[in-house]
Structures are given as structure tokens and as C-alpha cells.
């Protein structure tokens, strides 16, 4: 049975792989994105798909549609554009949330909202699991994006006590794959840019900090799931549990990319996490799912998507990549 379907941020990174997975599943499928973050070209493969509509609209203003299902993803997830103007992250994390929550609550649909590893902070456990409260600054730099989703939990899981509101939270954590942006900031496409363009690849801190990498498939995988699930709103740690370091994954990069590149260090910035690493044993229980990509057989898939960009293979030798002192993660 054709399910219609409303994705928040659909033209982003996330957002564009689980609207092709959608379709491919035979839903109907409506896409709400402001471009603020998220590209048209996302899009390449949906554009002109009988059963797929994209609506330019802020997700922090009102919005309306006759839907079976929401997954909300809408929000800047990296660093360099959350912290480009936090207010705007603020209002984006809770009125928008807020407006999913409402029209989830008018039409009756299943709403899942996608939070983030962030809300652990800098954790002082580790593994994270989903009861553990998390180390939060909060009038920190980034506070902006965890307090931001922190608030949009709390607000999904009341109105799932107050008005019975179908909800479904996912933790995300560092996801990389094709179509990430090239300035991000995220560890992956800096490092992958960086490489590309035999550039030194800029290491903030000294490298043993750790991120654990699920590539996107196995993500949206997940995310699927978990909204098909019957379950309650208690959140789910969706990620990959293999820990590398930010040193090790700069030299894999570098290997698999062919570069010459130099690896340089530069001073951790505010609040980075030292550690970062989910515990997926109820996402194992409940959706009987596990990350499948290998690290390197994900990264080369990456890698060549970053390779046969424009913005990558057409600049000149002279020319250096953005270089912007923020946490070296990979989120949404």
C-alpha cells in the first residue's frame, strides 16, 4: 500500500539518500527543504518522479500536508553552518520541530525526528548509551545545534504523553557518504578535499580523539526501521559502533584518495569531544539491524563522489580548501 510521505530537509545530505529509499520502496514522497544547507542537485535523481513533489519552505515557519508519515531531518547539522548563525539554529531545532509535532498531531501521522550524538556532549560515558544524561555546555559555541536538539526531545516526547503522538527518535551519529558538502567542516569531507586537492590535511588536536563512522546506507536503513517499528518514543542510538581515531582516519584517507599530502595539527577547539562511540545494543534488539559498509569500501565511495565534483578537480594547485577551527565530526 503507496504511503505518503513528508521529509524535513529532504534535499540535504541524509534527507536526499532516504527520499530516493523511499521512492525506491513505492511511497509517495514530499520533500520540504529551504536550500539553506541542502542542494537541488541532491535532488538530480527525484526531480520530474511522478511521485515525488519538493517544497521550498523554512521548516520554522507553518507548514501543512495531507501525510501517512514525517521524518523530520530538517536542521544545519555541521559545525561551520550551525554556528554561522546560532539563533537561526535555535529557532530551526525547536519551532520547527514544533510545527512537525503539530502537524503530526493533526493528521495523525507517525513522526520521526532525527536528533543527533550531540546531545552526549562531551561524554564521560563510553560507550553512550541512550540512558546516559550527557556532558553538555550549555552557552558553549555549539550549544546552539546539542541544546537545540535536546529541546526537540523533550518536546517529541511530550506531546507523545500529552496528545498520544506517534514519535520515533533517532541519536544519530557521525554519518559520511556521498553528496556531503565540501565546507563543512566535518572530518570526512575535510579530509577528502583536503587529499583531493594535495593539500595538508589540518588535524585539530593531536589526532587520538575518536568518531565512530556509519556510512549513509546503513543510516537510512535504520531510519527506516525505526520508523516502521512498533515501539514507544524512548530514543535509539543509531550509528557504528567501530572506533577510530582522527589520526587514523586522516592517513586512510589519504591512502585511499593516492595524495602526497601532509598531515598538520592544529589546536583542539572548544568543547570537542575526546571520545565518541554508540552503544547500538537496543537498535540490535528492537530493529535487529548493524552497520554492513566496511570503513573502506565506503570511504572509496565517498572519496570518488568528492573527486567528480566541479568544486574539487577544477581548482588550480594555488588554490587551498576552507580551513575553519570546529569540531571534527560527521553528522547530518
Avoid at 11 to 24: N, Q, T, V, W
Avoid at 159 to 184: K, S
Avoid at 283 to 296: F, M, N, Q, R
Wanted: glycine share 8%; with cysteine; charged share 25%.
Amino acid at each position: 500500500m503507496r504511503t505518503r510521505v513528508l521529509v524535513t530537509g529532504g534535499a540535504g545530505f541524509i534527507g536526499s539518500h532516504l527520499c530516493e529509499r523511499l521512492i525506491d520502496d513505492g511511497h509517495e514522497v514530499i520533500c520540504l527543504d529551504n536550500l539553506f544547507t541542502g542542494r537541488r542537485s541532491n535532488m538530480a535523481k527525484l526531480l520530474g518522479n511522478p511521485h515525488f513533489e519538493f517544497e521550498r519552505h523554512d521548516v520554522a515557519e507553518p507548514f501543512h500536508a495531507e501525510v501517512d508519515q514525517i521524518y523530520h531531518l530538517a536542521c544545519p547539522a555541521s559545525p561551520v553552518h550551525y554556528q554561522r548563525n546560532p539563533v537561526r539554529t535555535v529557532r530551526t531545532c525547536v519551532q520547527g520541530t514544533l510545527n512537525a509535532l503539530e502537524l503530526a498531531r493533526e493528521t495523525g501521522a507517525r513522526l520521526f525526528i532525527a536528533s543527533t550524538s550531540e546531545v552526549y556532549g562531551d561524554p564521560e560515558v563510553h560507550p553512550q548509551q541512550e540512558d546516559y544524561w550527557g556532558h553538555v555546555n550549555p552557552i558553549g559555541i555549539r550549544a546552539c545545534y546539542d541544546e537545540g536538539k535536546r529541546c526537540a526531545e523533550a518536546l517529541a516526547v511530550s506531546f507523545a504523553r500529552q496528545y498520544g503522538v506517534e514519535v520515533r527518535l533517532g541519536r544519530i551519529f557521525n554519518t559520511y557518504g556521498p553528496r556531503m558538502h565540501e565546507n563543512d567542516g566535518r572530518v570526512v569531507s575535510n579530509f577528502a578535499v583536503q587529499a583531493l586537492r594535495e593539500e595538508p590535511l589540518t588535524i585539530y588536536g593531536d589526532g587520538s580523539q575518536t568518531r565512530s563512522f556509519c556510512y549513509v546506507d546503513d543510516l537510512v536503513e535504520a531510519v527506516v526501521r525505526l520508523m516502521a517499528t512498533e515501539t514507544d518514543f524512548r530514543p535509539v542510538n543509531l550509528g557504528n559502533p567501530r572506533e577510530t581515531t582522527v589520526e587514523q582516519i586522516a592517513r586512510e584517507i589519504k591512502r585511499l584518495a593516492g595524495s602526497r599530502s601532509e598531515l598538520v595539527f592544529r589546536p583542539l577547539p572548544e568543547d570537542d569531544p575526546t571520545r565518541r562511540r554508540p552503544d547500538i545494543s537496543r537498535a540490535d534488539t528492537l530493529l535487529g539491524w548493524e552497520p554492513k559498509v566496511d570503513l573502506e569500501d565506503g570511504l572509496r565511495r565517498t572519496i570518488a563522489d568528492f573527486a567528480a565534483r566541479t568544486t574539487v578537480t577544477t581548482l588550480t594547485s594555488g588554490q587551498r580548501p576552507e580551513s575553519v577551527p570546529v569540531r571534527q565530526e560527521a553528522c547530518r
